[in-house]
């Protein structure tokens, strides 16, 4: 099955900083969607972007598909922003697959 | 637009005994999906239905796990008998268009203890 290796697996920012979480797949997809899963369990969807970029306010996201990675951006960091990140692809069928997630904690 | 539905939110039974969680997807989406999560991994499909048929159950432990989906809308997904290594989330999520690769959106889970 098509391989969702996502980096770094744990991140620490201070309020106000800047990161990128990179997720990187092994085979061709037909969808990626991130989620931010927040403290709760709750997956809420961040972005579907099998490719090209957008952005929704403090958040963007870009996907190369042709080089099987995309990228999430944070910029100006919360507290609220604490949570795992996920990345989940579909490749074949119509499942996601996900990653292992990126772990963000945001301190004040 | 209400968002995906799940009860209940948490559930702690003792190994052997028998579970159901409840699943309403969104209004009018076709596709509906269980996934489990186990502590600090990502989610992993059990099983897909389409409508009211299912499409994918490859990974449904079908010894111990029976899911339906009745008139093409609720779900439900049972446990009989429950096993410690069942401990998890079990989310449900729901898509819109019947074989696309629409965006998926998940309800807020049932958490799981197995003791």
């Known amino acids: 099955g098509i391989q969702v290796e996502q980096s770094p697996p744990d991140l620490i920012l201070q309020e106000g900083a800047n990161s990128t979480l990179r997720c990187n797949f092994s085979?061709?997809?037909?969808?990626l969607q991130w989620f931010h899963q927040n403290p709760w369990g709750q997956l809420i969807n961040l972005f579907y972007?099998?490719?090209g970029t957008k952005q929704n306010g403090r958040l963007s996201a870009t996907t190369v598909a042709t080089e099987r990675y995309s990228l999430l951006y944070i910029s100006s960091s919360q507290t609220t922003d604490s949570g795992v990140y996920f990345c989940?692809?579909?490749?074949?069928?119509?499942?996601?697959?996900f990653g292992k997630g990126t772990s963000l904690l945001v301190t004040p | 637009e209400a968002g995906v539905a799940q009860s209940p939110r948490y559930k702690i039974i003792e190994k052997r005994q028998s579970v159901a969680f409840w699943c309403n997807p969104i209004?009018?989406?076709?596709?509906l999906y269980w996934y489990q999560q186990i502590l600090g991994q990502g989610p992993k499909l059990l099983i897909q239905?389409?409508?009211?048929?299912?499409?994918?159950d490859s990974q449904l432990p079908k010894d111990r796990f029976s899911a339906e989906r009745l008139k093409g809308v609720d779900s439900t997904l049972k446990i009989q008998p429950a096993k410690l290594e069942d401990s998890a989330v079990y989310l449900c999520?729901?898509?819109?268009?019947?074989?696309?690769?629409?965006?998926?959106?998940f309800g807020p889970g049932t958490r799981l203890t197995v003791l």
């Open positions: 999520a729901s898509s819109p268009i019947r074989g696309s690769y629409n965006e998926q959106f």
């Open positions: 085979d061709s997809v037909n969808n």
């Open positions: 972007i099998p490719s």
């Open positions: 989940a692809v579909i490749h074949s069928g119509y499942a996601l697959n």
């Open positions: 209004s009018g989406h076709a596709t």
């Open positions: 239905f389409q409508n009211n048929g299912v499409v994918d």
